[in-house]
Every structure is written in structure tokens, then in C-alpha cells.
């Protein structure tokens, strides 16, 4: 890939803080305002958290509002491919020179102060978009909510909670409750919130903050419903019913996802064209996404090949959904993941789904786990697995066993990003 001038400039913004992960506002609003709190200067803005399905769910709203003809920025991470994704203004990744304006102008206001990565680039992103006009900002947390970066403004215009579920025990909390809560904490009075599907548990935290807060809540199964029947999407609210196509992010949990989108959306006014835009025009990578040319899709030799950055209990059990859900084939995964996740919950789900796993390193990445970890962990929860030095050799020992294979590269964000660039 092609070094450009951000880079460099993003490889030093990494040495800023000793952390990489570092949760609290303080240093971010003491930057945001030597800036001259340019997260004051954007259009409204949707917040979104929750543990799974935050991307694809602000996906579908960004295709919804664009098939309206708005104007939206978006802000999400981490990227897969290359920094720019992570900053959209008005429907086009933020060109490099803007990138390397901005982030200069955020590491001088900073004056060699300790930020983290995530800090500074956040920064980075309310500059951006304050400078291009837009319609609406979809804002992405980063991490939990109460003290993610992203969690600065005083009123936005709504917040949506997705599925919360068990993961990044080490910095929000070990139970449900505990983690419910930090996610929770994007709520802002009198701020509207669509919540998605939630444990009791979790519900009940969200439910009990709003509360004090007079932040009015849209509950799936309380005050929208979605279901598939007959091969379409059904949703209903107090406004009545839509009768959609299903979404065209594969999987079966893209239905609540696209049911926590369409109430964003209805809430807001959109009419059903806007609706039915969300469903049908949505993308969003690495969510069970077919790669369909290039090196890898070659190396698969006619095989077919998916790539999924799924990486916690619940993520695998949407991956096992998605795959019970597929026409019957041989499925083979090539796997690698993070020495932070609980890796054989993961797996669990899926052992009924596959018939073997390849464990790979994911290359680069100082986190990651050992190959021979993720196959152990895989033959714990009783699936074949054995270890391969790279994505390619795996894809190539597998198609030279089972020519007609489905294979499934998962397990982690980062490795489906090493994919993408491999695979350009």
C-alpha cells in the first residue's frame, strides 16, 4: 500500500500516552476546547453503542438518510484497510491533506500533553466535520460510552444502544450489569434512545438510567417490533408497519440491527423510501462480507471465501446463525483473535457449524494470540483444528483438500483489516 503523509503522522500521535486504552474526558475536553470546541459547530448528531452490531446498525442509517438525500458525516472504528474510513464527510472518506490538517492542528493544541491515540483522532474527526456541512453526524463509541471519547456533547439529537453482551471485561466491568451501565452512559436528558434487543439485565440498567434522566426510550419488543416472514422484513411501531426486502448485510441478526435502524429513522420523519434505502443499499465490510476478486479469492481457486470480524461470544453466535442459514457446504475457518477475547465462547457457537478450524497469528499485531492458543482453544470446544503460518497458506491447504469449500476467515477486526489490505 502506498505511504502517504498521514502515516507518519498517525505513528507518532501513538506515542502520546503510555496506554493504549485509557478511559476518561478529562484530557478530551481539555483538548476539545483549545480547539475552540468544534463538537459544538457539527450538525446533530445519532450516538450510537453497544457491544455488537453498532457498524452495521449505523450503516443501514447512513444508507437510509443518503437514499433521502441528506448529507452525512460518520465516524467509526477501528478501520479496517486504512485510517480515512474512519472519518466519512458527507457520504466520502476524509481526503488525506484534510487528514493530515487536522490532525496537525490537534497535536499542536495538545502541546505534548498525554493522549491517547483514540483521544487525538476523535478530536481530529469533530475538526473535520465542523468544517463541511452536513445534515446529521453519525458518531460511533469507540469503547463502552460513559467515558469514551466520543461521549462530549451536551444534546444530540438521539442515541441508539445496540445488543449489549459480555466483552472488554478488563475496562468496563466483569458482569452484564457493570458493562450495561458504561454503555448506558451516552444517555443524555431528555434525549430520545431506540435500545435494541437486551438480556433482562441489561435492559434493566438502561431502563433505570432513563429514568432519571427523562430520556424517553424505544424498546425493541416494547415499542417496535421486527420479524423476517415470507423472506421479507417486517416492522412495526406506533406509526404502523413496513413491509421491507430483508437487508443485504447477510445474517440473521441483521434483522434486529436493521429494526434499531428503521425506528432511528422513523423517529426522526423519514418516509419509507429512506426506510426501504437502509436495507437495500447498506455496506459494511468484514460483516460476513463474500470476497469475491482478488490474490486470496484467486489462492481459493473457485472455493468460496467470507470475511467476518466478529470476535466475541455473540459475534459467533451470529456467524453460527448466519452459516445454519446458508446452503449446505463444507465450511472451513480460518481463524485468529486477540489474547483479550474469550476465545473458546466464541468458538462454541460455531463447532456445530464447521468442519475444521486453521488457526493463524494475526501478523503485526502485538495483541494477538498465538496460533497454537486458538487451535488449542479450538479443540477445547471440540472442533478439528490444527495451526497454518499465514491466511494464504491456510486458504491453500484447505482448497487443495476440499476443492468445493466454503471458508470463512474470522475471529478478529484487525486480521479481517491484514485481509482486506492483502486481498486489494
Excluded at 90 to 111: D, H, K, R, S, Y
Excluded at 147 to 170: G, K, M, W
Aim: charged residues 20%; aromatic residues 4%.
Amino acid at each position: 500500500m502506498q505511504v502517504v503523509a498521514s502515516d507518519a503522522l498517525l505513528q507518532h500521535l501513538l506515542t502520546l500516552h503510555p496506554k493504549v486504552i485509557d478511559l476518561t474526558l478529562d484530557r478530551m475536553v481539555r483538548l476539545l476546547h483549545a480547539l475552540g470546541d468544534p463538537q459544538e459547530r457539527i450538525a446533530p448528531v445519532i450516538h450510537v453503542a453497544g457491544t455488537n452490531g453498532k457498524g452495521s446498525t449505523q450503516a443501514m442509517i447512513r444508507a437510509g438518510l443518503e437514499a433521502a438525500g441528506e448529507r452525512v458525516h460518520a465516524y467509526t472504528s477501528p478501520h479496517l484497510a486504512r485510517f480515512h474510513e474512519r472519518i466519512r464527510l458527507a457520504g466520502e472518506t476524509i481526503p488525506e491533506a484534510m487528514l493530515v490538517q487536522v490532525l496537525e492542528e490537534c497535536e499542536t493544541a495538545n502541546a505534548g500533553l498525554p493522549m491517547t491515540f483514540f483521544e487525538i483522532t476523535t478530536a481530529a474527526a469533530f475538526v473535520a466535520m465542523s468544517r463541511v456541512p452536513a445534515d446529521h453526524v453519525l458518531l460511533e463509541v469507540g469503547l463502552g460510552g460513559r467515558l469514551d471519547a466520543t461521549n462530549v456533547l451536551a444534546r444530540p439529537e438521539l442515541t441508539i444502544i445496540t445488543p449489549v453482551s459480555i466483552d472488554h471485561q478488563q475496562y468496563l466491568g466483569e458482569t452484564l450489569p457493570e458493562i450495561a451501565g458504561e454503555k448506558a452512559g451516552i444517555l443524555k436528558r431528555g434525549v430520545p434512545c431506540v435500545v435494541g434487543p437486551q438480556e433482562e439485565a441489561a435492559l434493566e440498567v438502561i431502563e433505570a438510567r432513563a429514568a432519571r434522566l427523562g430520556a424517553p426510550l424505544l424498546v425493541h419488543g416494547q415499542h417496535w417490533h421486527v420479524t423476517e416472514e415470507r423472506g421479507r422484513l417486517v416492522f412495526q411501531d406506533e406509526n404502523g408497519l413496513l413491509d421491507l426486502p430483508l437487508p443485504n448485510l447477510p445474517g440473521p441478526h441483521q434483522i434486529m440491527n436493521a429494526g434499531a435502524a428503521l425506528m432511528a429513522l422513523r423517529h426522526l420523519g423519514y418516509a419509507e423510501a429512506a426506510c426501504e434505502g437502509a436495507v437495500t443499499r447498506a455496506f459494511w465490510p468484514a460483516r460476513m462480507q463474500r470476497l469475491k476478486t482478488g490474490p486470496l479469492v484467486d489462492a481459493a481457486q473457485g472455493a468460496e471465501l467470507w470475511l467476518d470480524g466478529g470476535h466475541n461470544p455473540a459475534g459467533g453466535k451470529a456467524v453460527a446463525a448466519t452459516l445454519a442459514r446458508m446452503p449446505a457446504r463444507p465450511t472451513h475457518l480460518v481463524c485468529g483473535m486477540l489474547n483479550t477475547k474469550d476465545v473458546a465462547g466464541y468458538l462454541r457457537p460455531l463447532a456445530a457449524q464447521v468442519a475444521d478450524l486453521h488457526a493463524v497469528s494475526i501478523p503485526g499485531e502485538t495483541a494477538t494470540l498465538p496460533a497454537e492458543a486458538t487451535r488449542d482453544a479450538a479443540l477445547s470446544v471440540g472442533m478439528k483444528a490444527t495451526t497454518a503460518e499465514s491466511v494464504r497458506a491456510a486458504i491453500e491447504e484447505i482448497v487443495a483438500a476440499d476443492p468445493s469449500a466454503r471458508l470463512l476467515i474470522c475471529g478478529s477486526l484487525y486480521l479481517a483489516g491484514q485481509v482486506l489490505r492483502d486481498n486489494a
